[in-house]
Structures are given as structure tokens and as C-alpha cells.
């Protein structure tokens, strides 16, 4: 990569998925990415399976223009994401901007809510809400582990995090 790429991760307050932040995380650091991780809240959070992180930024103080890609991470409790006017703002800006977005399982819910995932395929866990989002804002849910639509890259769950992780990163390269 010609210059150092800045990921913006989202996470929940609490009941993220672990892996779907570490693993992705984990990748494009290993690359040389700047990663931050962004929240509701700036007080340490719980992960579904007990890993604590402590958000870098509070979502109401981030500025999408200083990043090169944002992920929305999934997670039992990540469906309040997609309901928090701040979260969808960010998620419709940095498609404005021509950034790559991410999200996966129940993050999917937050893209599609933002309207980015309008006319485009995409993923995310397959439950019923999930499905229901995507057809009330445009878009086709397609039942595979990982999906890319454009700049977008949107997966099923913590099954995937891995390969998200990589086509993530494939797509950061170009931008």
C-alpha cells in the first residue's frame, strides 16, 4: 500500500462479536492499517465472549473524512446500531466520500438501515430482520458467507471474519 490506509471499526455498547472485530482488526493491521475503534460510548465494552475493548472514539466525535474504510461489527447487541441517527450519518457519509464500508452479521442490519446497500447485493446473519432491512431499503440479500457489491463488503457472521477480513484489506488497497 502506497500510503498508510485509517479503518474506522464500529462496535456496539455492549455484545459485540469478538472475532468479527479481532480478526478483521487483526488482518489489516498485519498490513500496516491504522485501526480505531469507535462506539457509542468511550467506558471499556463487553464482547459476547468476554473480550473487553475500550473504544479509541466516541461515534458523536468521529470525522469519517480522516479514514479510508468504516466496518459496522456484528454481534447480539449491534442491532442498536442501526437505529442511532450518528451511526447511519456516518455509514451514508462515508459512502458519499467513496469509502469502502464493512459490515458483518447483525452489522448488516446498520448498512442497510443507512440506505448504502440501495440496488446492491449483500449479507449479513440470516435472520428475519436482517432480510426484512435489506427489502425495505432496496437491497438483495443473497444467502452467501461473504459478499462485495462495489465498495462494499458485507459477510454472515463470525464463520467469515477471516475472509471479510480479506476482502476487506483487497478492497483498502485500492483506494
Not at 19 to 26: D, F, N, W
Not at 128 to 144: C, H, I, M, S
Amino acid at each position: 500500500m502506497s500510503s498508510v490506509k485509517r479503518i474506522l471499526f464500529i462496535i456496539a455498547p455492549s455484545s459485540f462479536r469478538d472475532e468479527e472485530l479481532e480478526e478483521p482488526k487483526g488482518i489489516l493491521e498485519d498490513a500496516g492499517c491504522i485501526c480505531d475503534v469507535a462506539s457509542t460510548t468511550v467506558s471499556p465494552v463487553r464482547g459476547m465472549l468476554g473480550l473487553i475493548v475500550k473504544p479509541d472514539v466516541l461515534v458523536d466525535n468521529m470525522s469519517v473524512e480522516n479514514y479510508d474504510a468504516v466496518i459496522v461489527v456484528g454481534g447480539s447487541g449491534s442491532p442498536v446500531l442501526s437505529t442511532n441517527k450518528k451511526v447511519l450519518e456516518i455509514v451514508q457519509k462515508a459512502a458519499q466520500l467513496g469509502k469502502v464500508i464493512g459490515s458483518i452479521c447483525f452489522g448488516s442490519l446498520t448498512t442497510a438501515r443507512a440506505g448504502v446497500l440501495k440496488g446492491k447485493n449483500g449479507t449479513g446473519w440470516k435472520h428475519a430482520e436482517t432480510v426484512k432491512a435489506f427489502q425495505q431499503n432496496g437491497a438483495l440479500y443473497v444467502d452467501e458467507g461473504v459478499v462485495v457489491d462495489g465498495g462494499i463488503v458485507t459477510a454472515q457472521g463470525p464463520q467469515v471474519a477471516t475472509a471479510f477480513g480479506k476482502k476487506v484489506l483487497e478492497l483498502v488497497k485500492r483506494v
